[in-house]
T-cell receptor
Framework: GAVVSQHPSWVICKSGTSVKIECRSLDFQATTMFWYRQFPKQSLMLMATSNEGSKATYEQGVEKDKFLINHASLTLSTLTVTSAHPEDSSFYIC??????????????FGPGTRLTVT | AQSVTQLDSQVPVFEEAPVELRCNYSSSVSVYLFWYVQYPNQGLQLLLKYLSGSTLVKGINGFEAEFNKSQTSFHLRKPSVHISDTAEYFCAVSDSWGKLQFGAGTQVVVTP
């Protein structure tokens, strides 16, 4: 089946530093990847849609200069949290899109990255 | 615009008892419907999906769901739960463009 990995799975950083999270589709090519944020005991909130070779599309209220997304290849998208602050601490999950019959698409999710900013 | 409502935030259930998780959606276009499970500190795993065809969808781990267009519902059921089914369950809807809209989630707690 389709497998998506994320690295790192867990990271602690100091306030003011930047952190890069990688999302890879291991056995398929994904022209589109999505980045989500999940606070404890809450649902997933879509942050941005990442398309290979083009700029990411950010959801309303997401700071594009703070959450830099790069989708340089069909198997890799990265999310960089710049100048991280404690309020950026969260669980970040990516997904990669694959066609799933007819015109429908299915998203395969990575295992998530726990970011803690101290 | 699409939205998803999961009517129960938490569902306690005894082991080997049946469980039903309710999901209602609203959308002005044709939709695709999904149920995902999330175990603590993990990503999401697809349980089942409805794209078209038969309204009764069978998924992994003994789960099934029924798409009811007139009631705009996609309730998830399992006839007999195990302790290992303790997890968070998310209903989601997408259009043909692929963006998923998630419900708030339902925490299932299975006790012996």
């Amino acid at each position: 089946g389709a497998v998506v990995s994320q690295h790192p799975s867990w990271v602690i950083c100091k306030s003011g530093t930047s952190v890069k999270i990688e999302c890879r589709s291991l056995d398929f090519q994904a022209t589109t990847m999505f980045w989500y944020r999940q606070f404890p005991k809450q649902s997933l909130m879509l942050m941005a849609t990442s398309n290979e070779g083009s700029k990411a599309t950010y959801e309303q209220g997401v700071e594009k200069d703070k959450f830099l997304i790069n989708h340089a290849s069909l198997t890799l998208s990265t999310l960089t949290v710049t100048s991280a602050h404690p309020e950026d601490s969260s669980f970040y999950i990516c997904s990669a899109e694959a066609r799933s019959g007819g015109a429908a698409y299915e998203q395969y999710f990575g295992p998530g990255t726990r970011l803690t900013v101290t | 615009a699409q939205s998803v409502t999961q009517l129960d935030s938490q569902v306690p259930v005894f082991e080997e008892a049946p469980v039903e998780l309710r999901c209602n959606y609203s959308s002005s276009v044709s939709v695709y419907l999904f149920w995902y499970v999330q175990y603590p500190n993990q990503g999401l795993q697809l349980l089942l999906k409805y794209l078209s065809g038969s309204t009764l969808v069978k998924g992994i781990n003994g789960f099934e769901a029924e798409f009811n267009k007139s009631q705009t519902s996609f309730h998830l059921r399992k006839p007999s739960v195990h302790i290992s089914d303790t997890a968070e369950y998310f209903c989601a809807v997408s259009d043909s463009w692929g963006k998923l809209q998630f419900g708030a989630g339902t925490q299932v707690v299975v006790t012996p």
